[in-house]
């Protein structure tokens, strides 16, 4: 059974820094590559950055470029988001997803991932 499990969301005041973490199981994480997604109220699942399965690619919403970076490390099976300069409209639930694919590619549709994990709330205050 397939399991993608986020943890390190919180509350921080705008200007501060968050990482969240998502380990997954019951997959080659190798296999796979990786996003993170957001949900805030009353809005649609917005992507925010994926990595390829040989980790050299990543992708960001431009929103957040120059702020967050993606990251993973195979050997943990876990995935990353560094979170910086955080502002109050980054407020979402966070999620991890994974999506078979080709080993440089990186993916942004929600439709294009397989798997899906329970989310982390993140806050920003202003």
């Known amino acids: 059974q397939v399991q993608l499990v986020e943890s390190g969301g919180g509350l921080v005041q705008a200007g501060g820094s968050l990482r969240v973490s998502c380990v997954a199981s019951?997959?080659?994480?190798?296999?796979?590559?990786m996003g993170w997604f957001r949900q805030a109220p009353g809005k649609e699942r917005e992507f925010v950055a994926g990595?390829?399965?040989?980790?050299?690619?990543?992708v960001y919403v431009d929103s957040v470029k120059g702020r967050f970076t993606i990251s993973r490390d195979n050997a943990k099976n876990t995935l990353y988001l560094q979170m910086n300069s955080l502002k109050p409209e980054d407020t979402a639930v966070y999620y991890c997803?994974?999506?078979?694919?080709?080993?440089?590619?990186?993916?942004?549709?929600?439709?294009?991932?397989?798997?899906w994990g329970q989310g982390t709330q993140v806050t920003v205050s202003s």
């Open positions: 997803a994974a999506a078979r694919g080709s080993y440089e590619s990186t993916y942004r549709a929600v439709q294009s991932y397989h798997y």
């Open positions: 019951g997959l080659t994480f190798s296999n796979y590559a």
């Open positions: 990595i390829s399965r040989s980790v050299i690619n990543t």
